[in-house]
């Protein structure tokens, strides 16, 4: 089987091209409520290149690391006075749509300006191979000489002009925009530049561009045929460029939170395919622009394949590129040195068994040590990610409670140590089958604040890392490596089992049942409400109040059969109601 996976791969490569791309570990934002705020995916970036890695379509001597632009870079596009505000939480929290509290502004600027040189060193290197390159982040088309938005604080395509034009290019420039919104801030910052021809599908109309910008405001939900027919035309239109910059939106697939778009993943593809061949043997710098939707990721990843020479690729409709790329950090991590996060017997470990020393090491599910976890946190990059988020030299500390074993992550901020991580572990058997029991789990952002923009929900006193995907991923493979059936837990509050209930399930169908019964009749509700009704007994189950039941909730490893009768038949059977002095009272 495996010599077929290979050869299937290497047919699959034949006829393709190596497409360079831009990208680093620190192209993800840090900012821990965006998604689930504003619905903005912080991993996408990760998630598209991951992909890409591991499917070969990029190989890893073609990945370039980006270098910062400079703020003299920064000054020739944008005004003093905008560029110092910069340096503002406030600045910061009103373009990314979250409280001051939460903008690491330091992190976050590194941030904008490492991106910013991914589209200046991209240029630099497409006039070198006549060809496509990709910057894994970027885009940025909603900023101006003296403001940001939309997520965007900085316009890199401007910016990168600038300088190359500084270094003496004088060629035609056009940038085609296909995100979902308008260029304004490319717009205004490209103003007066006759060598610059700007070309945009969108599908919001947000008043008139400046002179000089090719703007064709397409349908709301338009359907591929229509918008490819409309791509066409505006590529009738394109001057012959010395040098093009393509935003290649993901946000123009049907159910994106922000686009009007209504493209199927076919239909992004057959864009991407229709401006590769538009831009042959032309210097391309290609950006993804915004994307708002759960398969956001998947739009930009066929775009590098497309310009790979691959577009007839599918990717799986049920491939998740976390999981994928935490098996594949647990597999390096298992060669390295006979085998990772198992230990020797110390001596330590060997002069407490003799009463001599101190203590064994403490280890969880009689296998973790604090160490060893802390290796794995670093590998799959988890430490720096908290690092980015102001938390100073993080650590693990591991002992054991009357109810499991505790994992403990600490890092320091403000002149003290801060506990951002507290869970509690056991081995317990559900439905027969032995598997790790999450007791607790509480993963926390101290020097963040609750707002308008990121309410308290319940259960919680601090807002959260917004690393519980990822949390999960690592009890999946501690799972799995201690032979274990999956991994459970036990929800205390509705909104945590609606945010695990794409790989979770109730052990008891009926519970299930009752579940689904209650998200169909809640989903009107924003979660934050949702959950706040059903904590506050506000909720009534066929016309009587109902008491959340905080029943085991399970993660198979090897998922069995399911009763799928016995939970239809309980779903359609309760009906949720909100109470009726509840309603109105909003979140």
Same mark, same amino acid.
């Given at each position: 089987?495996?010599?077929?996976?290979?050869?299937?791969?290497?047919?699959?490569?034949?006829?393709?091209?190596?497409?360079?791309?831009?990208?680093?570990?620190?192209?993800?934002?840090?900012?821990?409520?965006?998604?689930?705020?504003?619905?903005?995916?912080?991993?996408?970036?990760?998630?598209?290149? !991951?992909?890409?890695?591991?499917?070969?379509?990029?190989?890893?001597?073609?990945?370039?690391?980006?270098?910062?632009?400079?703020?003299?870079?920064?000054?020739?596009?944008?005004?003093?006075?905008?560029?110092?505000?910069?340096?503002?939480?406030?600045?910061?929290?009103?373009?990314?749509?979250?409280?001051?509290?939460?903008?690491?502004?330091?992190?976050?600027?590194?941030?904008?300006?490492?991106?910013?040189?991914?589209?200046?060193?991209?240029?630099?290197?497409?006039?070198?191979?006549?060809?496509?390159?990709?910057?894994?982040?970027?885009?940025?088309?909603?900023?101006?000489?003296?403001?940001?938005?939309?997520?965007?604080?900085?316009?890199?395509?401007?910016?990168?002009?600038?300088?190359?034009?500084?270094?003496?290019?004088?060629?035609?420039?056009?940038?085609?925009?296909?995100?979902?919104?308008?260029?304004?801030?490319?717009?205004?910052?490209?103003?007066?530049?006759?060598?610059? !021809?700007?070309?945009?599908?969108?599908?919001?109309?947000?008043?008139?561009?400046?002179?000089?910008?090719?703007?064709?405001?397409?349908?709301?939900?338009?359907?591929?045929?229509?918008?490819?027919?409309?791509?066409?035309?505006?590529?009738?239109?394109?001057?012959?460029?010395?040098?093009?910059?393509?935003?290649?939106?993901?946000?123009?697939?049907?159910?994106?939170?922000?686009?009007?778009?209504?493209?199927?993943?076919?239909?992004?593809?057959?864009?991407?395919?229709?401006?590769?061949?538009?831009?042959?043997?032309?210097?391309?710098? !290609?950006?993804?622009?915004?994307?708002?939707?759960?398969?956001?990721?998947?739009?930009?990843?066929?775009?590098?394949?497309?310009?790979?020479?691959?577009?007839?690729?599918?990717?799986?409709?049920?491939?998740?590129?976390?999981?994928?790329?935490?098996?594949?950090?647990?597999?390096?991590?298992?060669?390295?040195?006979?085998?990772?996060?198992?230990?020797?017997?110390?001596?330590?470990?060997?002069?407490?068994?003799?009463?001599?020393?101190?203590?064994?090491?403490?280890?969880?599910?009689?296998?973790?040590?604090?160490?060893?976890?802390?290796?794995?946190?670093?590998?799959?990059?988890?430490?720096?990610?908290?690092?980015?988020?102001?938390?100073?030299?993080?650590?693990?500390?591991?002992?054991?409670?009357?109810?499991?074993?505790?994992?403990?992550?600490?890092?320091?901020?403000?002149?003290?140590?801060?506990?951002?991580?507290?869970?509690?572990?056991?081995?317990?058997?559900?439905?027969?089958?032995?598997?790790?029991?999450?007791? !607790?789990?509480?993963?926390?952002?101290?020097?963040?604040?609750?707002?308008?923009?990121?309410?308290?929900?319940?259960?919680?006193?601090?807002?959260?890392?917004?690393?519980?995907?990822?949390?999960?991923?690592?009890?999946?493979?501690?799972?799995? +490596?201690?032979?274990?059936?999956?991994?459970?837990?036990?929800?205390?509050?509705?909104?945590?089992?609606?945010?695990?209930?794409?790989?979770? +399930?109730?052990?008891?169908?009926?519970?299930?049942?009752?579940?689904?019964?209650?998200?169909?009749?809640?989903?009107?509700?924003?979660?934050?409400?949702?959950?706040?009704?059903?904590?506050?007994?506000?909720?009534?189950?066929?016309?009587?109040?109902?008491?959340?039941?905080?029943?085991?909730?399970?993660?198979?490893?090897?998922?069995?059969?399911?009763?799928?009768?016995?939970?239809? +038949?309980?779903?359609?059977?309760?009906?949720?109601?909100?109470?009726?002095?509840?309603?109105?009272?909003?979140?």
């Amino acid at each position: 089987m495996s010599v077929w996976r290979g050869m299937k791969r290497w047919l699959l490569t034949l006829g393709s091209e190596s497409v360079p791309i831009f990208y680093d570990e620190a192209y993800r934002l840090p900012l821990t409520g965006i998604e689930s705020t504003v619905g903005v995916e912080p991993r996408g970036v990760d998630f598209t290149t !991951w992909y890409l890695l591991e499917k070969r379509v990029v190989r890893p001597e073609d990945v370039y690391r980006p270098l910062p632009v400079s703020y003299a870079e920064l000054s020739r596009v944008h005004t003093a006075t905008y560029l110092e505000s910069l340096g503002r939480p406030e600045t910061l929290a009103r373009i990314y749509a979250v409280d001051p509290s939460e903008v690491p502004v330091d992190t976050l600027l590194s941030y904008v300006r490492l991106v910013c040189g991914g589209t200046l060193g991209a240029a630099r290197l497409a006039f070198g191979r006549r060809g496509p390159v990709v910057n894994m982040a970027g885009g940025f088309h909603h900023a101006a000489p003296d403001r940001g938005g939309g997520f965007c604080a900085v316009n890199d395509i401007a910016v990168a002009l600038a300088t190359l034009n500084a270094d003496g290019f004088e060629g035609r420039a056009v940038v085609l925009d296909l995100d979902a919104h308008p260029p304004d801030g490319t717009a205004a910052c490209l103003a007066g530049h006759a060598n610059v !021809w700007i070309g945009s599908l969108s599908g919001s109309d947000w008043g008139v561009l400046p002179e000089g910008v090719d703007e064709t405001l397409v349908p709301h939900d338009v359907d591929d045929a229509r918008y490819l027919a409309l791509l066409d035309g505006l590529l009738s239109r394109m001057p012959t460029p010395d040098l093009a910059f393509v935003i290649a939106g993901g946000d123009v697939l049907g159910g994106d939170r922000f686009g009007r778009v209504g493209l199927t993943l076919e239909g992004a593809r057959r864009r991407d395919l229709m401006l590769a061949r538009a831009l042959r043997g032309v210097p391309s710098v !290609w950006l993804p622009g915004g994307g708002y939707h759960a398969d956001a990721w998947k739009v930009y990843a066929g775009t590098v394949l497309a310009l790979a020479g691959m577009g007839s690729r599918p990717i799986k409709a049920k491939y998740d590129p976390l999981s994928a790329h935490f098996r594949r950090v647990s597999r390096l991590l298992s060669q390295e040195e006979g085998a990772a996060l198992e230990e020797p017997l110390t001596l330590e470990d060997l002069e407490g068994s003799l009463g001599f020393g101190g203590a064994i090491q403490p280890r969880v599910l009689g296998y973790y040590t604090a160490q060893s976890l802390e290796y794995a946190l670093f590998r799959y990059g988890l430490l720096g990610h908290i690092e980015r988020l102001g938390y100073h030299r993080p650590r693990v500390e591991v002992g054991s409670t009357g109810v499991g074993d505790r994992i403990k992550v600490l890092g320091r901020a403000g002149g003290e140590e801060h506990l951002l991580v507290d869970a509690v572990v056991e081995r317990r058997t559900l439905a027969g089958a032995p598997f790790l029991f999450v007791n !607790w789990l509480s993963l926390r952002h101290p020097r963040a604040r609750f707002s308008e923009h990121r309410p308290r929900l319940p259960g919680q006193d601090v807002p959260g890392l917004g690393l519980s995907r990822e949390a999960t991923e690592m009890f999946v493979l501690m799972a799995r +490596r201690l032979g274990l059936a999956g991994v459970a837990s036990r929800p205390m509050w509705y909104h945590l089992a609606v945010v695990a209930r794409e790989r979770f +399930r109730f052990v008891d169908p009926a519970r299930q049942g009752r579940f689904e019964a209650m998200m169909r009749d809640l989903a009107a509700l924003p979660l934050v409400e949702a959950t706040r009704l059903v904590a506050d007994g506000r909720i009534l189950l066929d016309g009587e109040p109902y008491r959340w039941e905080p029943d085991d909730l399970v993660l198979w490893l090897d998922p069995p059969a399911v009763d799928v009768e016995a939970v239809a +038949r309980e779903r359609e059977r309760c009906h949720f109601t909100v109470e009726e002095a509840s309603r109105g009272l909003g979140a």
